[in-house]
């Protein structure tokens, strides 16, 4: 199984705030036995965030996703997962 962290906000790339839940996920997989494959961070772009959720959903890896899912205008996770999910379900059936 492989597992990635995609880390989302402008608020992060632009230095603003400071993901805290990286180091967390990385030692809880230790934990159980398991390692993050890849990181990612992202900023707030829809168009984005589905892209890289397609490819992630369509090799079959487990996300764990941080920021980027509050109730503000510029946060497009929610649609952008479900946008991929859709996508990924399209082509599984294509292929």
């Known amino acids: 199984m492989t597992i990635g962290a995609l880390i989302i906000g402008d608020e992060i790339l632009s230095g603003k705030r400071q993901d805290k839940h990286f ?3 990385i030692e809880t997989l230790r934990r159980h036995g398991g390692k993050l494959a890849w990181a990612r961070v992202e900023g707030d772009d829809r168009g984005r965030l589905t ?3 397609r490819e992630s959903f369509a090799r079959g890896d487990v996300v764990f996703s941080f920021g980027g899912v ?3 205008p510029d946060d497009h996770t929610r649609q952008a997962a479900a946008a991929a999910r859709a996508g990924a379900s399209e082509h599984d059936l294509e292929g």
Do not use: E, F, I, N
């Open 23 to 25: 180091a967390h996920v």
């Open 70 to 72: 509050g109730a503000t």
């Open 51 to 53: 892209a890289v959720l």
